[in-house]
C-alpha cells in the first residue's frame, strides 16, 4: 500500500494508511520522522472541513469588502441618476 503524505506548513506532516482491520488512520509525524500521534482518518478529516484556513478566510474576507464596495458604487449612482432627475423636472 502506497502511503500518500499530505503537505502542511510547519514541522509536522499527516501519512494516510491503514490498519490491520482496514480502518483509514492518519500518523502524524514530527520533523525526525518519527510518529507523534495517530488519529483517525475520519474525525481528522472532519474537523479540517470544520476549520476555516487563513487563505479560505483571506479570500472570504476580500470578497465580502469587494461586494460591499461595489453596492456603494450602485447606491451612489442610484442616488446621482435620481438627482439629476430632480434638476431636469425643476428646469422645465
Given at each position: 500500500?502506497?502511503?500518500?503524505?499530505?503537505?502542511?506548513?510547519?514541522?509536522?506532516?499527516?501519512?494516510?494508511?491503514?490498519?490491520?482491520k482496514g480502518?483509514?488512520?492518519?500518523?502524524?509525524?514530527?520533523?525526525?520522522?518519527t510518529?507523534?500521534?495517530?488519529q483517525?482518518?475520519?474525525?481528522?478529516?472532519?474537523a479540517?472541513?470544520?476549520?476555516?484556513?487563513?487563505?479560505?478566510?483571506a479570500?472570504k474576507a476580500?470578497?465580502?469588502?469587494?461586494a460591499?464596495?461595489?453596492?456603494k458604487?450602485?447606491?451612489?449612482?442610484?442616488?446621482?441618476?435620481?438627482?439629476?432627475?430632480?434638476?431636469?423636472?425643476?428646469?422645465?
Amino acid at each position: 500500500m502506497a502511503a500518500k503524505k499530505a503537505k502542511k506548513k510547519g514541522k509536522r506532516t499527516r501519512t494516510t494508511l491503514r490498519s490491520s482491520k482496514g480502518t483509514k488512520l492518519y500518523a502524524v509525524r514530527n520533523a525526525d520522522g518519527t510518529f507523534h500521534d495517530i488519529q483517525s482518518y475520519k474525525r481528522s478529516h472532519a474537523a479540517d472541513l470544520r476549520r476555516t484556513s487563513k487563505e479560505e478566510a483571506a479570500a472570504k474576507a476580500k470578497k465580502k469588502t469587494k461586494a460591499k464596495t461595489k453596492a456603494k458604487t450602485k447606491v451612489k449612482a442610484k442616488a446621482k441618476a435620481k438627482k439629476s432627475k430632480k434638476v431636469a423636472a425643476r428646469k422645465k
